[in-house]
């Protein structure tokens, strides 16, 4: 796996190693800790209220798996759309191979950064810019920070009724407002060129800032290309909202509807984020089943609802295995005939 990390510096790498024996354990016990008060802050636990699996509720998880998949498959065309804007043209087949590398190592290992590292890693041996391919990675990242709290507010937009449910209406709106000040003030503040001149040739940290900088203006040289970004980007969240959407039916969560899923779903994948436990495992669940209270979904259903969201993801990873062994060789840098034309 080393190999997977030339992107970094030898020093980073050894760092990035060290510190999982001392993260991981505590991350897993946070997650199990998670759980375990969710689970104990049920009053009266009712296992009932989950449905007995049937040939129905086998299509809905057939449904879910087959929605996350294509998911993944839009997250590398978004990536793929990155990339185009940054002047760089990568066939899809090699993002995709690449990108599932990724996703089963941040899904399966216990990290979330090692799926980014090994991303970069293995797309810097293809383009042999580091750099440029850090770049892509963070603005692939990025542009989920600009669609989730829109797709947030846009749900409770359509469903004026969502708007009176106490914290579950509060927590989703304040995450998505937070969200999109601190990413607004990213860019106002990287995307300064006076700024930009003073983060050139910088190591460590900023250079990352660095990174989000070239970016910044790579896309404001080629607005076509940030804007079919920003629509991919919304592609995949949609389809991400669909495969959650067949999870709620296959558990028989009567009360959720599709703008639910649009105001809930993506301040829940936004918090999961947090560095609080594996996988968001914990948080993830807490988190729905706080939102789906004010719909008065019973807390069995929405910490099923949870697990199942982590299962679907933990199944679409799984195709990452044999690309994560067999497919790290340098691809042909020629262009892909299914690279569109900006």
Excluded at 213 to 240: C, N, T, W
Aim: with cysteine.
């Amino acid at each position: 796996m080393n190999s997977e990390l030339n992107a970094l510096t030898d020093s980073e790498v050894t760092r990035w190693w060290k510190s999982k024996y001392i993260t991981v354990p505590l991350r897993i016990g946070l997650s199990v800790a998670l759980l375990l008060v969710v689970i104990w802050s049920m009053d009266d636990i009712d296992w009932d209220e989950l449905p007995d699996w049937n040939s129905e509720t086998a299509l809905w998880t057939i449904g879910a798996i087959v929605f996350t998949l294509t998911g993944f498959v839009l997250g590398a065309i978004r990536w793929q759309r990155v990339l185009i804007a940054l002047d760089v043209r990568q066939p899809l087949r090699r993002l995709f191979s690449h990108y599932m590398a990724g996703q089963f190592v941040s899904n399966f290992l216990p990290t979330t950064v090692g799926g980014d590292v090994v991303r970069v890693g293995r797309l810097t041996r293809d383009t042999d810019d580091g750099p440029i391919s850090f770049t892509s990675v963070v603005f692939e990242r990025l542009s989920g920070w600009l669609v989730l709290p829109l797709i947030t507010f846009i749900g409770f937009a359509i469903n004026p009724g969502l708007t009176g449910l106490g914290k579950s209406t509060k927590i989703p709106l304040i995450v998505g407002f937070i969200t999109l000040l601190g990413l607004g003030l990213v860019i106002l503040l990287l995307g300064n060129a006076r700024i930009g001149k003073g983060l050139r040739n910088r190591k460590g940290v900023l250079r990352y800032a660095n990174a989000i900088h070239l970016g910044i203006d790579r896309l404001r040289d080629h607005p076509k290309a940030a804007r079919e970004v920003v629509l991919s980007a919304f592609a995949y969240q949609f389809m991400l909202l669909l495969a959650a959407g067949c999870a709620v039916e296959a558990l028989g969560i009567d009360q959720v509807g599709l703008t639910a899923l649009m105001a809930f779903i993506p301040a829940v994948l936004i918090i999961q984020v947090l560095p609080l436990g594996i996988g968001g495992l914990g948080v993830r669940e807490g988190t729905l089943v706080v939102f789906l209270s004010g719909l008065n979904v019973p807390s069995e259903q929405a910490l099923a609802l949870g697990l199942a969201i982590y299962a679907m993801t933990l199944i679409g990873s799984m195709i990452g295995f044999p690309l994560l062994i067999f497919g790290g060789r340098k691809g042909s840098n020629e262009e892909d005939p299914s690279i569109a034309e900006t």
